[in-house]
């Protein structure tokens, strides 16, 4: 578990205008882990996320990609570096098929240009393979994405990611629209994500989903760095306490003499 | 379901009606004139269809015919040039008619209606004013003694017999863009973005995919049929009429839409459209045929289109239901 970081923030910070949405960020996420990343509404989670998927660059501090100090202009240059990131609402296009879907902006063609045309039974048997292999079998490869379920569809987004190469995997809020058996079935595809040897970046405000895959937990509060912490160091217990307040929280019980 | 069953179910009961009550549609010479009047529409349907599943739509398609069948002729007649010499300027204008429309529209962010609309009536009162200018009358001089004109009205707007039928060339040009246009659309990574850009643009932006230039050059398709339509306009009757194409462009829509193109972009085929400018031929000489007054043509037309929208309502909820 102590393989060298692939991605590595160290004091990075970020300003909106007057508005400091992050502080002195210090982050370590490392391969064949799950880097869980909580907390509340406005805590910084997704300016975090932007940094590292290429939205917005950060305005100090430093960030390493395998070592490399990078600051991304856009999220095609941190896909470039293998750093996908599967946003809430997941880049898929309702009404186009499975298949259409997964190859979206990369298809496979073959001939001359201008005359490249699709390959279209690889497409399809691809598609349907590397499904598969995430434990999805579709009955209809040709069904339009949006007549899956919100589970399947993260999947499918996962999946497509998985295959073009992403090592890190940026995954925002997956479970965060679901109910419990869909939130199951995306939470098992996290884990075999992370057993595949990516990198998983998980952003979540449910501690009880981060604890399930979780290796290592990072809690935000008001752009500050909350907690950061393997998962040996750590119960549910605690991270819930982190997760609702910390330290604040705590001083509130102390004073309100019930602790 | 297919896009286009709802249109092809709609062309059979529209062809059997009219074939029961209007016998004079039977013949041979019937078939061909009616294909004949689908395929003038048909083939800026191809190009509105591409454009409408690419989220977008083309107000200004029906006058930009005539823009195009205007520069043509008033470039070769006024520069006494060969035919051949207007027809290659029209064809730049359309395309930059297009790429206008489209860059007009990527860099404002504006609606597509807003834009086009704009376009539709600039170009409205260009052809009437620059014709004027130009001949001092509202319509062009004859080109048909002009060097050129034969090939030019061989590839544009001639007719050949089969089996006793006159067969006007416009309908192989019909064919040979739905061919092109369903093959680009369902069997390329062109078609693939034009599905999705209309579908969710954000999206596809998001995965890679050059919506800014899909879109441009989704206009410039349409600016390309507005070309072919426009030279054969122009070589079928020698002169245009400078107010012409107003209210067609609503035709080329509801061509696409009865062919099961969903307004709203990312849903529809070619072939359907190719179905919608089908069932428009046979309903508009149907009624001629059936011997009724042509004033019912319009109401055929405006039922036509509210059936057909009702299917595609349908055909959207069951994608949408889970």
Known sequence: MNASPIVELREVSKFYGNIRALSSIDLTVRQSEVTCILGDNGAGKSTLIKIISGLHPHDSGIMRVNGDEVSFASPREALRCGIATVYQDLALVALMPVWRNFFLGSELASGVRPF???????????????????????????????????????????????????????????????????????????????????????????????????????????????????????????????????????????????? | MRPEVGSLLGAIVVIVFFYITAPAIRSLGSVSTVLYQSSTLGIMAVGVALLMIGGEFDLSAGVAVITSALTASMFAYQFTANVWVGVAVALALSLSIGAFNGWMLVRTGLPSFLVTLGTFLMLQGINLAITRLVTGNVATNDVSNMAGFDSAKAIFASTFTIAGADVNVSILWWIA??????????????????????????????????????????????????????????????????????????????????????????????????????????????????????????????????????????????????
């Open chain 1, 116 to 259: 490249r045309y699709l390959d279209v039974g690889r497409m399809r048997l691809t598609a349907d393979a590397e499904l598969k292999k995430m434990g999805i079998a579709l009955a209809d490869i040709d069904a339009p994405v949006g007549k899956l379920s919100g589970g399947e569809m993260q999947v499918v987004a996962i999946a497509r990611a998985v295959y073009f190469g992403a090592r890190v995997l940026i995954l925002d809020e997956p479970t965060a629209a679901l109910g419990v058996k869909q939130s199951g079935v995306v939470l098992k595809y996290i884990a075999a994500a992370r057993d595949a040897g990516l990198a998983v970046i998980f952003i979540s405000h449910n501690p009880h989903h981060a604890y399930l895959v979780g290796d290592h937990f990072v809690v935000l509060n008001l752009g500050r760095l909350e907690l950061d912490a393997e998962r040996n160091q750590l119960s549910l217990e605690q991270l819930i306490r982190h997760m609702s307040g910390g330290a604040e929280l705590q001083a509130l019980e102390h004073e309100m003499g019930r602790a």
């Open chain 2, 177 to 322: 863009l739905v061919a092109a246009g369903t093959w680009v659309l369902l069997r390329t990574p062109a078609g693939n973005w034009i599905f999705a850009v209309g579908g969710n643009a954000a999206s596809a932006r998001a995965v890679g995919v050059p919506v800014k230039r899909t879109k441009v050059l989704l206009f410039m398709t349409v600016g390309f049929c507005a070309w072919i339509t426009g030279m054969h306009q122009l070589f079928a009757y020698n002169t245009v009429q400078s107010g012409g194409g107003v209210g067609l462009e609503l035709e080329y829509i509801v061509a696409a839409v009865v062919g099961g193109c969903l307004l709203t972009g990312g849903y529809g085929s070619v072939v359907g459209a190719a179905i919608g400018a089908l069932i428009f031929g046979v309903v508009s000489q149907g009624v001629v045929y059936a011997g009724w007054n042509p004033d019912w043509f319009k109401f055929f037309l405006g039922a036509m289109l509210l059936l057909a929208t009702l299917v595609n309502m349908f055909v959207r909820y069951q994608v949408d239901r889970k």
